[in-house]
């Protein structure tokens, strides 16, 4: 049988901080810088404040490269139940205004996006990879399920987003520029000419004409899971570029590529209810032991 070859399984961490996750030594030495230690600490969840435990969380979101090396996975192995349920649905595309046969056609299985944000995917796709992931470590370390890889919960996500601070995005601040004026994370850029006034509801609204096109995000769509800026826990791209899954099906955060401003916040919440081009997911880790 071809031999898997897990890159995000092969190098070592470097963080020490007092928990469960950070004494297992086999977790530590065999995963790579693609994770990273996320240490316990509180938070504030729909006006409560709550701790979260310590957790691992893979510093990008995961690739088209990634899950078709788990689909390959699957076929080899005879999988088929979970092969169908894993599926890209590239048709999903489509969904989009304009046309989108290109990226339907390439985005999934061309090296040019080998490594962007898999997307067009269902939340229990999502699942299976994070739980094959698990398996695979396990296979390689010995460890028997000793830990826990899955998608994250909101309370996760929130912590991985702000740590101890309560900025409004997860680079530290309430700003979607930084000093220089560039972009922090892939979103929508809306023009003036797209505002318009509501004299009635007194509110702004968006309006869209075809001499303005709303998106002047100047990346192709998606951008590559790591770029832009890492936030202070070294993690890529928690807002914006693909809305994140969490454990809790159809419910993504974050905002994603097509989003404006104010829905890539920490806060912002987007609901699916299936595959779609605007939404991917991470994995966290954590011990049977928390």
């Excluded at 240490?39 to 409560?48: A, F, T």
């Excluded at 909101?154 to 930084?178: D, F, M, Q, V």
């Excluded at 869209?208 to 936030?231: F, Q």
Aim: glycine content about 6%; charged content about 25%.
């Amino acid at each position: 049988m071809k031999k898997i070859t897990l890159a995000i399984l092969c190098l070592v961490f470097t963080v020490c901080i007092s928990s469960v996750l950070e004494k297992s030594p086999s977790l530590k030495k065999s995963l790579t810088n693609s994770f990273v230690f996320v240490p316990s600490g509180k938070i504030v969840l729909n006006m409560d404040t709550v701790t979260v435990q310590a957790f691992y969380i893979l510093e990008k979101e995961v690739t088209n490269r990634d899950y078709q090396e788990f689909l390959r996975d699957l076929m080899m192995n005879g999988e088929k139940e979970k092969l169908r349920i894993a599926q890209v649905d590239s048709a999903k595309w489509n969904m989009l205004t304009g046309s989108n046969e290109a990226f339907a056609k390439y985005y999934h299985s061309n090296e040019a996006y080998k490594d962007y944000p898999v997307v067009n995917i269902s939340h229990e796709g999502a699942t299976l990879y994070c739980k094959w992931l698990g398996e695979k470590y396990d296979q390689k370390q010995g460890t028997k399920g000793r830990f826990i890889f899955r998608l994250m919960e909101k309370a996760e996500y929130i912590r991985a987003c702000r740590g101890e601070s309560n900025a409004t995005y997860s680079w530290g601040t309430h700003a979607l520029h930084n000093s220089k004026g560039q972009p922090m994370c892939n979103f929508t850029r809306l023009s003036a000419e797209h505002i318009h006034l509501n004299p009635e509801k007194k509110t702004y609204e968006i309006r869209v004409n075809k001499v303005a096109p709303v998106m002047i995000t100047g990346v192709d769509v998606l951008a590559p899971s790591k770029s832009y800026w890492p936030n202070s826990f070294k993690v890529y791209n928690l807002n914006g570029n693909a809305a994140e899954m969490i454990a809790q099906k159809g419910i993504a955060l974050g905002g994603s590529w097509q989003d404006p401003g104010y829905d890539v916040r920490v806060e912002s919440e987007r609901s699916y209810d299936g595959p779609n081009p605007l939404t991917g997911f991470r994995v966290v880790i954590t011990s049977v032991e928390n």
